[in-house]
């Protein structure tokens, strides 16, 4: 009777879903941390290549800035495999303490190398912690809950970037980049400090892999479990054909749009301030939306939605080619960054349960092979073609993703001793 009294107590309902409370403090750290976290969101992931090219930054400056996030992530299957049944936390903490303080470096000396330099910097910490970070994650929240967690923390920080792409847009244009970089580097410190209060209150799956101790792994032994990992699971197989080819045209516009809105359509930072408002206001809606059609229906319903609204985004520049054009792209790109951020996690978790930071080494190495092509490419192509051509063939690219995700799917072949994953789709 005391056990039972003692589970009835740590039991809560909150936000329409029952839950322990471990569950309900976690996603509380987690709502704290995104808060906090929104700013840097805003200046780093928004604002810091039109910050370059205004200080000075070239195409290829562009390109680079572009191709580092994925250049970052080109190490993450070694980081995953370093990390082995360790507790991922340390590998979230350290990085991306380091890296997002090093921001503070780019706003005190405001020149197109150091933005150059510290980008990379960013995302190489960014790469050790991205294997790590979803597998945080499935020791944190609950699956049958974790879509929804996932989405109402990133609504909430959603709630603070639509006026603060505004603000920051309006104050940059105003005293200059300096501070909104050095303020960025710490409040997005901050959020990580906090969010790594988190407790892993949830048991991972037992697979064989987990059982074999890291220390006994060499590199080569690792690297080859992963890639038949990919054999053995055809929907994970198909997910990462899929996310390559969408990604690859995705990037292969990224730094046009920049270039685009800056050189050809001269828009001010207030200008590009709203249109990063119009971003996160169906960033904020598909957070929601997406959130709750990964519980109730499926991860790749999902996905389908984002990789759609990424292959429609570059269209629009080519049909509109105007201010109007660049605010619509921009809310399809923020569908397709929502679908890209919970709705991957969402669909590894399910097929790929107790491997997850197996599965994501790969997915962030192929993003570091297409990120670090697609940018430099699409930049070079610019003295060949024009700007619309480019975008027409990132469409076409990105289509092809959405192709491959609609193929027929089988359940994943998983080790024994592993539940099967009965229906993936």
Not at 409 to 416: A, I, N
């Amino acid at each position: 009777m005391g056990k039972a009294l003692s589970h009835s107590e740590s039991v809560t309902y909150r936000l329409g879903m029952q839950m322990r409370r471990e569950t309900w403090r976690n996603f509380q750290i987690d709502f704290g941390g995104s808060v906090l976290f929104a700013l840097f969101n805003v200046v780093v992931n928004q604002f810091y290549a039109p910050m370059a090219i205004r200080h000075g930054a070239t195409n290829l400056d562009v390109g680079l800035l572009s191709a580092a996030p994925a250049i970052g992530m080109l190490l993450s299957p070694l980081w995953a495999g370093l990390m082995g049944q360790r507790s991922p936390k340390p590998f979230v903490l350290w990085p991306l303490t380091i890296g997002r303080m090093s921001v503070v470096i780019a706003g005190m000396f405001l020149s197109p190398l150091v933005f150059v330099l510290i980008s990379f910097v960013v995302n190489f910490m960014n790469g050790i912690q991205a294997p790590a970070y979803p597998s945080l994650l499935t020791r944190v929240y609950p699956p049958h809950l974790r879509g929804r967690l996932m989405g109402y923390v990133r609504v909430a920080q959603g709630f603070l970037l639509i006026p603060l792409a505004y603000v920051v847009g309006i104050w940059s244009q105003a005293t200059g980049d300096r501070w909104p970089l050095i303020l960025a580097a710490l409040f997005g410190t901050a959020s990580v400090i906090l969010f790594c209060r988190v407790r892993e209150v949830e048991p991972r799956p037992e697979t064989n892999e987990n059982m074999l101790s890291a220390p006994r792994r060499s590199f080569l032994t690792s690297a080859r479990r992963q890639w038949l990992l990919v054999r053995e699971n055809r929907p994970l197989a198909l997910f990462l054909a899929a996310t390559t080819a969408t990604g690859f045209g995705n990037l292969l516009a990224g730094p046009i749009y920049q270039i685009y809105q800056v050189h050809r359509l001269n828009l001010s930072n207030d200008q590009i301030g709203m249109t990063r408002v119009a971003y996160y206001i169906a960033l904020l809606v598909a957070y929601f939306v997406l959130g709750w059609l990964i519980d109730k229906s499926s991860p790749r319903l999902a996905m389908f939605v984002g990789m759609l609204a990424y292959t429609l985004a570059p269209l629009l520049y080519v049909v509109f080619g105007s201010y109007f054009g660049v605010i619509v792209s921009c809310m399809f790109l923020g569908v397709g960054d929502a679908a890209w951020d919970i709705g991957c996690m969402a669909y590894i978790f399910k097929v790929s349960p107790g491997r997850e930071a197996t599965a994501f080494g790969l997915h962030y190495l192929l993003f570091g092979i297409r990120g670090t092509v697609a940018p430099i490419l699409s930049t070079a192509l610019t003295h060949n073609m024009s700007l619309s051509a480019v975008f027409l063939a990132s469409a076409a690219v990105s289509a092809l993703g959405v192709a491959l995700l609609c193929l027929p799917q089988r359940p994943p072949t998983l080790p024994s001793g592993t539940s099967s994953v009965s229906e993936v789709s």
